[in-house]
Nanobody, 132 residues
Framework: EVQLVESGGGLVQAGGSLRLSCAASGFTHPDYVIGWVRQAPGKEREGVSCITRDGETSYADSVKGRFTISRDNAKGTVEDTVVLQMNNLKPEDTAVYYC??????????????????????WGQGTQVTVSS
Protein backbone atom coordinates (compact mmCIF):
# COMPACT_ATOMS: atom_id res chain seq x y z
CA GLU A 1 0.00 0.00 0.00
CA VAL A 2 1.29 3.42 -0.96
CA GLN A 3 1.75 5.75 1.97
CA LEU A 4 1.68 9.54 1.55
CA VAL A 5 2.78 12.02 4.21
CA GLU A 6 2.08 15.68 3.45
CA SER A 7 3.60 18.73 5.07
CA GLY A 8 3.57 22.43 4.48
CA GLY A 9 0.73 24.75 3.67
CA GLY A 10 -0.63 27.53 5.82
CA LEU A 11 -1.70 31.14 5.54
CA VAL A 12 0.10 33.69 3.38
CA GLN A 13 -0.64 37.04 1.82
CA ALA A 14 -1.12 37.40 -1.90
CA GLY A 15 2.23 37.47 -3.65
CA GLY A 16 3.82 35.29 -1.03
CA SER A 17 5.23 31.79 -1.22
CA LEU A 18 4.58 28.43 0.35
CA ARG A 19 6.16 25.02 0.00
CA LEU A 20 4.37 21.69 0.12
CA SER A 21 6.16 18.40 0.59
CA CYS A 22 4.95 14.85 0.13
CA ALA A 23 6.89 11.81 1.25
CA ALA A 24 5.71 8.66 -0.52
CA SER A 25 6.56 5.03 -0.14
CA GLY A 26 5.21 1.64 -1.03
CA PHE A 27 4.92 1.88 -4.80
CA THR A 28 4.49 -1.52 -6.37
CA HIS A 29 4.77 -0.50 -10.01
CA PRO A 30 7.95 1.00 -11.50
CA ASP A 31 6.07 3.64 -13.50
CA TYR A 32 4.06 6.12 -11.50
CA VAL A 33 3.06 9.77 -11.45
CA ILE A 34 2.95 11.75 -8.22
CA GLY A 35 1.86 15.28 -7.54
CA TRP A 36 -0.79 17.54 -6.13
CA VAL A 37 -4.47 18.11 -6.64
CA ARG A 38 -6.56 20.76 -4.89
CA GLN A 39 -10.13 21.56 -4.04
CA ALA A 40 -11.35 25.07 -3.41
CA PRO A 41 -14.61 25.72 -1.54
CA GLY A 42 -17.57 25.06 -3.80
CA LYS A 43 -15.40 23.83 -6.66
CA GLU A 44 -14.45 20.47 -8.08
CA ARG A 45 -11.12 18.94 -7.28
CA GLU A 46 -8.52 19.74 -9.93
CA GLY A 47 -5.01 18.68 -10.79
CA VAL A 48 -2.33 21.21 -9.93
CA SER A 49 0.98 19.64 -10.87
CA CYS A 50 2.62 16.27 -11.13
CA ILE A 51 5.89 14.60 -12.01
CA THR A 52 6.70 11.23 -13.48
CA ARG A 53 9.34 8.80 -12.32
CA ASP A 54 11.55 10.07 -15.15
CA GLY A 55 11.09 13.72 -14.24
CA GLU A 56 8.49 14.81 -16.79
CA THR A 57 6.29 17.50 -15.27
CA SER A 58 2.85 18.89 -15.89
CA TYR A 59 1.09 21.96 -14.55
CA ALA A 60 -2.42 23.32 -14.60
CA ASP A 61 -2.59 26.43 -16.77
CA SER A 62 -3.58 28.49 -13.74
CA VAL A 63 -0.29 27.80 -11.94
CA LYS A 64 2.20 27.72 -14.80
CA GLY A 65 5.09 30.07 -14.18
CA ARG A 66 4.29 30.30 -10.47
CA PHE A 67 4.49 26.75 -9.14
CA THR A 68 7.40 24.36 -9.51
CA ILE A 69 7.33 20.67 -8.73
CA SER A 70 10.50 18.73 -8.02
CA ARG A 71 11.71 15.69 -6.15
CA ASP A 72 14.35 15.30 -3.49
CA ASN A 73 15.23 11.65 -3.97
CA ALA A 74 17.08 10.14 -6.86
CA LYS A 75 15.23 8.18 -9.51
CA GLY A 76 15.13 4.50 -8.83
CA THR A 77 14.29 4.50 -5.15
CA VAL A 78 11.02 3.16 -3.89
CA GLU A 79 10.70 6.12 -1.56
CA ASP A 80 10.00 9.47 -3.10
CA THR A 81 9.77 13.00 -1.77
CA VAL A 82 8.06 15.53 -3.98
CA VAL A 83 8.08 19.25 -3.33
CA LEU A 84 5.71 21.86 -4.72
CA GLN A 85 7.14 25.35 -4.49
CA MET A 86 4.34 27.87 -4.82
CA ASN A 87 5.34 31.44 -5.58
CA ASN A 88 3.33 34.57 -6.30
CA LEU A 89 0.31 33.01 -4.64
CA LYS A 90 -3.11 34.42 -5.43
CA PRO A 91 -6.34 34.33 -3.41
CA GLU A 92 -7.74 31.92 -6.01
CA ASP A 93 -5.05 29.42 -5.00
CA THR A 94 -6.83 29.02 -1.68
CA ALA A 95 -7.79 25.38 -1.39
CA VAL A 96 -7.11 22.11 0.33
CA TYR A 97 -4.12 20.54 -1.38
CA TYR A 98 -3.75 16.79 -1.59
CA CYS A 99 -0.75 14.76 -2.49
CA UNK A 100 -1.81 12.18 -5.06
CA UNK A 101 -0.36 9.45 -7.21
CA UNK A 102 -1.19 7.10 -10.04
CA UNK A 103 0.64 3.92 -10.83
CA UNK A 104 0.62 3.74 -14.62
CA UNK A 105 -0.24 0.14 -15.34
CA UNK A 106 -1.78 1.35 -18.61
CA UNK A 107 -0.22 3.73 -21.16
CA UNK A 108 -1.36 7.16 -20.02
CA UNK A 109 0.07 10.57 -20.74
CA UNK A 110 1.05 12.68 -17.79
CA UNK A 111 -1.93 14.94 -18.48
CA UNK A 112 -4.29 11.97 -18.44
CA UNK A 113 -2.73 10.74 -15.23
CA UNK A 114 -3.17 14.11 -13.53
CA UNK A 115 -6.81 14.23 -14.62
CA UNK A 116 -7.42 10.81 -13.10
CA UNK A 117 -5.59 11.72 -9.90
CA UNK A 118 -8.02 14.59 -9.38
CA UNK A 119 -10.90 12.12 -9.03
CA UNK A 120 -9.22 10.09 -6.31
CA UNK A 121 -9.74 10.12 -2.57
CA TRP A 122 -6.56 11.41 -0.91
CA GLY A 123 -7.27 11.86 2.74
CA GLN A 124 -7.41 15.13 4.65
CA GLY A 125 -4.94 17.16 2.63
CA THR A 126 -3.32 20.38 3.77
CA GLN A 127 -4.94 23.82 3.78
CA VAL A 128 -3.45 26.66 1.78
CA THR A 129 -5.03 30.05 2.38
CA VAL A 130 -4.01 33.14 0.47
CA SER A 131 -5.33 36.43 1.77
CA SER A 132 -5.79 39.44 -0.48
Amino acid sequence: EVQLVESGGGLVQAGGSLRLSCAASGFTHPDYVIGWVRQAPGKEREGVSCITRDGETSYADSVKGRFTISRDNAKGTVEDTVVLQMNNLKPEDTAVYYCAYLQRTLPLTIAQAMYMMASGDWGQGTQVTVSS
